[in-house]
């Protein structure tokens, strides 16, 4: 069973910066691609970035050249980290894992979906102005 624990979170205005951390346990890490997706009040989810165990990433389109997802091996551990913070980046973030059977883009994509055993608590990101 993947257990997946989120910090990290927090309040920031706009333009600011943010790291968020996710320490996993209980997988395999080259089974799954590794992410986070996002979710505001009223809105769907969204998948904001992927990374997997050989380094490979993508991005939400809404985030590419402002967000940057890392990994520690040795933790088992994966941090987003946020630049250039806009107001509709306030979300509460999950970090998740989904099978690797499928590529980076697919996978953002069922981020959308994925049942809640392959995500964590999340953590609240709040920017303000």
């Known amino acids: 069973e993947v257990h997946l624990a989120e910090s990290g979170g927090g309040s920031a205005q706009a333009g600011g910066s943010l790291t968020l951390s996710c320490v996993v346990s209980g997988y395999n890490s080259g089974s799954y691609w590794m992410g986070w997706f996002r979710q505001a009040p009223e809105k769907g989810r969204e998948g904001v970035a992927v990374v997997d165990n050989d380094g490979a990433t993508a991005y939400a389109d809404s985030v590419k050249g402002r967000f940057a997802i890392s990994q520690d091996k040795l933790k088992n551990s994966y941090d987003l980290h946020m630049n250039a913070l806009k107001l509709e980046d306030s979300a509460m973030y999950y970090c998740?894992?989904?099978?690797?059977?499928?590529?980076?883009?697919?996978?953002?994509?069922?981020?959308?979906?994925?049942?809640?055993?392959?995500w964590g608590q999340g953590t609240q990101v709040t920017v303000s102005s």
């Open positions: 998740v894992a989904v099978p690797i059977t499928m590529t980076a883009v697919q996978a953002l994509a069922v981020m959308k979906r994925i049942s809640q055993e392959y």
